[in-house]
């Protein structure tokens, strides 16, 4: 099946500073979507981006279906944007069922 | 909000017993999607529903078995409970095809 991989696994900011976060994916997509896990667990979807580029106040994303990756951006970084982000791709030859990669876990410090 | 109800928001039962859980989906959306989150195996896609009829299938353990009803409403049934079913337990829903939209979960605790 189709494999999705983010790096870094872990990434440690100071308050204020912009990180890129990556998702490499092996086979065509229908659907890519990032999402935020805020430590309640609640998902929130950042982007639904099966291609080109999406902004939303300090984050932005693009994805480059025929290279296979996706980049999520996030400048000016708050507390608040501590968590787990997690990249979720729907195979080409499938219903939108999603595969999740294993996230990225963020934690701002002020 | 993303406006995808679960519930209950948290479950603690005893291992070999039986739960339930529902979901009911975002107004307009006809598809329903379960995900299971675990510490060791992460995020995983279980089944999807498309008005009423199954549409996928992934890492489902036959002891698990899911439904949607005529009003779009699912619930996602779990027997025989096991100490490793302990897990989170998202529903999601979209409009065929496009973004899925994530309830806030069921947190379920076998003991």
């Known amino acids: 099946g189709i494999q999705v991989e983010q790096s870094p696994p872990d990434l440690i900011l100071q308050e204020g500073a912009n990180s890129t976060l990556r998702c490499n994916f092996s086979?065509?997509?229908?659907?890519l979507q990032w999402f935020h896990q805020n430590p309640w667990g609640q998902l929130i979807n950042l982007f639904y981006?099966?291609?080109g580029t999406k902004q939303n106040g300090r984050l932005s994303a693009t994805t480059v279906a025929t290279e296979r990756y996706s980049l999520l951006y996030i400048s000016s970084s708050q507390t608040t944007d501590s968590g787990v982000y997690f990249c979720?791709?729907?195979?080409?030859?499938?219903?939108?069922?999603?595969?999740f990669g294993a996230g990225t876990r963020l934690t701002v410090k002020p | 909000d993303s406006g995808v109800t679960q519930t209950p928001k948290h479950l603690i039962t005893a291992t070999g017993q039986r739960v339930t859980l529902r979901c009911s989906p975002r107004?307009?959306?006809?598809?329903v999607y379960w995900y299971q989150q675990s510490l060791d195996q992460g995020l995983q896609f279980l089944i999807q529903?498309?008005?009423?009829?199954?549409?996928a299938k992934g890492n489902i353990l036959e002891r698990f078995s899911a439904q949607q009803f005529p009003d779009l409403h699912s619930e996602l049934n779990l027997s025989s409970l096991e100490l490793g079913d302990s897990a989170l337990y998202f529903c999601?829903?979209?409009?065929?095809?496009?973004?899925?939209?994530f309830g806030p979960g069921t947190r379920l605790t076998v003991l």
């Open positions: 999601a829903s979209s409009v065929q095809g496009e973004a899925q939209f």
């Open positions: 086979d065509s997509v229908n659907n």
């Open positions: 981006i099966p291609s």
């Open positions: 979720a791709v729907a195979p080409r030859v499938s219903d939108n069922d999603m595969r």
């Open positions: 107004s307009g959306d006809l598809s």
């Open positions: 529903y498309y008005n009423g009829e199954e549409r």
